[in-house]
């Protein structure tokens, strides 16, 4: 079975740090873990209450990190990938 994107970075664990401090993985991909391990954790507890909406959670994610909604699916669909 084919991990995501995400699976493997946190597979690397330190590894992951190396290759961003190397240059190698750009820096923007880090954020983009802690954007989207964010949006991971309001939509399982909007799951918990019953009531989880994407686009709202993608807003309130964009609003907290001032990015854009399109920015979080982008977020999003990098990191659910294989």
């Known amino acids: 079975m084919a991990m995501t994107r995400y699976e ?3 597979k690397m664990a330190d590894d992951f740090t190396k290759l961003i ?3 190698i993985i750009p820096i923007h991909i ?3 873990k802690v954007y989207y391990e964010e949006y991971v ?3 399982e507890d ?6 989880a909406e994407k686009s709202i959670i993608a807003d ?3 609003d907290k990190y001032g990015i854009t909604r399109r920015t979080v699916y982008n977020i999003i669909a990098f990191m659910e990938g294989k």
């Open 8 to 10: 493997i970075i946190n």
């Open 30 to 32: 880090a954020y983009w």
């Open 21 to 23: 401090t190397l240059g």
């Open 46 to 51: 909007s799951l918990k209450k019953g009531r």
């Open 41 to 43: 954790k309001e939509l």
């Open 60 to 62: 309130v994610i964009a």
